[in-house]
């Protein structure tokens, strides 16, 4: 194509080149009354040369036209293929992935746009996955960047690639546009979670972030929480990550612990086909985190969260800020203890079980305060409280502590009826509202 574009150049140059001398050549003899009859004769001879080689030019020139109007049919044509060939690929992947959404699997929608980084995510679970008919990995790409297209598709046969179709300018109101990634985010998960759970038929999927280091038992751990998704109403999620999840504040010996939240944690995790049907109806066009944290999204249901994480993000850039990160989400220790979740007894979790054992646990503890658990004077042996009955109690007790101090629609960050539990120095600490607590107040942030 370049070889030709050249010839084409060159050929045109050089047509108007002879066609300007031609012209003033030609013109000559009217304004020149100087000329000899001799020179004369010649002249009209170099005119006839110049004519001939005017007309060998001009039927060169159509023929490198035809010769480049051919070629662009050809390329054409060949893109028409190509595409027509993704067409079948995509089918193709479509039939595959209904093929393989039985009851007992879990797809895992990974989500990319433009990080390159999406590998690192993508060998750790293709590393620790069971099985690959168990486990389908579907990344879903957004924001078309050639390069992270490129790196998934080096994983082909082991991972499904689709691409959200919609490129379209977003709509963003005019005050939030520093947030329009936030808009395309929720975009592309309404649509990636529609293909995997209506088009594809998946009845369960895991959600994973292309910035995420996972836990070699994370497969383990999501297989042995799915039953409980499906038979506890109250439960709508269950979630890899511990948003106070830095090794001073968790007890690294315990990795096979888990706890319910009312808090959706997010960063790697898993809902069920029927949540879905209720959530996608009402999608938001942004921020779609905080709202499912709404009283109406969550409708008191609550997590699954593991005492240890069993995701960490390791990228920093991206639509959410590297201040955050800085701060607090580069602590988060990752769990690197193999557990064995599915040969565990887990309806410890269910409510009916789980509520009264917890409640008696929380308010049976002593009463302590920050100042003391921080000096390092308690007597007490065993599992202790902070009671707190104001936003700003809790704040001043978990800012000692180094705990996440943010409240989202009224519910601190691990909350359960409440209560914030972590580990600190060797015991079990609860930042706990009064026993006769009546529920979360929105207004709380
Ligand atoms: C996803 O499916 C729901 C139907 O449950 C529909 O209302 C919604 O518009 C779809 N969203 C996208 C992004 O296609
Ligand atoms: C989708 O899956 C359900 C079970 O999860 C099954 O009953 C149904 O036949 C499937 N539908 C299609 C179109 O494969
Ligand atoms: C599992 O634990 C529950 C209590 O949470 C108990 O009632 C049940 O008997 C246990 N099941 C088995 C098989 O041990």
């Given at each position: ?127 620790y ?85 996972v836990s070699p038992d994370i497969f383990s751990y999501f297989s042995a929480t ?14 890899a ?10 007890d690294v010996d315990s990795p096979e612990l888990l ?47 593991p005492e240890v994480s069993r ?23 990752l769990n690197d203890r193999y557990v064995d979740f599915t040969a565990r007894n887990l ?99």
């Amino acid at each position: 194509m370049r070889r030709n574009h050249l010839a084409g150049i060159l050929v045109i140059s050089i047509f108007t080149w002879v066609v300007i001398i031609y012209m003033a050549l030609h013109d000559r003899p009217h304004h020149s009354s100087v000329i000899s009859p001799d020179s004369a004769y010649g002249i009209g001879k170099l005119e006839e040369q110049i004519k001939e080689e005017y007309n060998a030019n001009s039927k060169l020139f159509e023929d490198v036209k035809r010769v480049l109007e051919s070629q662009r049919e050809q390329n054409k044509a060949l893109a028409e293929e190509q595409a027509n060939q993704h067409e079948e690929e995509r089918k193709e992947d479509e039939l595959r992935l209904q093929s393989l959404s039985g009851p007992g699997v879990i797809a895992v929608l990974v989500f990319a746009c433009s990080r390159t980084t999406v590998t690192r995510c993508l060998d750790q679970l293709i590393k620790y996955r069971p099985g690959p008919d168990q486990f389908p990995i579907i990344v879903s790409q957004d924001c078309h960047h050639q390069g992270t297209s490129d790196a998934i598709d080096a994983y082909a046969g082991q991972v499904f690639h689709i691409k959200q179709p919609d490129q379209s300018d977003i709509y963003v109101p005019p005050k939030e546009k520093k947030f329009r990634g936030y808009f395309k985010i929720a975009r592309h998960y309404g649509w990636a979670l529609n293909q995997t759970f209506f088009v594809y038929n998946f009845s369960s999927a895991i959600i994973i972030e292309d910035d995420l280091d996972v836990s070699p038992d994370i497969f383990s751990y999501f297989s042995a929480t799915l039953p409980l998704l499906h038979q506890d109403p109250t439960l709508w999620c269950v979630s890899a990550w511990n948003d106070n999840g830095k090794k001073e504040l968790v007890d690294v010996d315990s990795p096979e612990l888990l706890h319910r939240t009312d808090f959706f944690p997010g960063l790697g995790w898993m809902l069920t086909k029927e949540t879905w049907l209720e959530l996608s109806r009402k999608w938001p066009p942004s921020y779609w985190d905080d709202w499912v944290r709404k009283p109406e999204q969550r409708k008191g249901r609550a997590c699954i969260r593991p005492e240890v994480s069993r995701t960490r993000t390791f990228g920093k850039i991206g639509v959410s800020n590297g201040m955050f990160f800085e701060k607090h989400l580069k602590f988060i220790h990752l769990n690197d203890r193999y557990v064995d979740f599915t040969a565990r007894n887990l309806s410890y979790l269910l409510k009916d079980n789980y509520d009264a054992a917890f409640v008696k646990t929380v308010y049976e503890s002593p009463i302590v305060t920050h100042q003391e658990l921080r000096a390092g004077t308690v007597v007490a042996q065993g599992p202790v409280r902070i009671p707190y009955n104001t936003k700003m109690k809790y704040k001043v007790a978990a800012k000692v502590l180094g705990l996440m101090d943010d409240f989202r629609s009224g519910v601190p960050r691990t909350g359960y009826r409440g209560v914030v539990s972590v580990f600190f120095r060797g015991r079990r600490v609860f930042l706990a509202p009064l026993s006769r607590w009546k529920g979360y107040d929105p207004s709380w942030s």
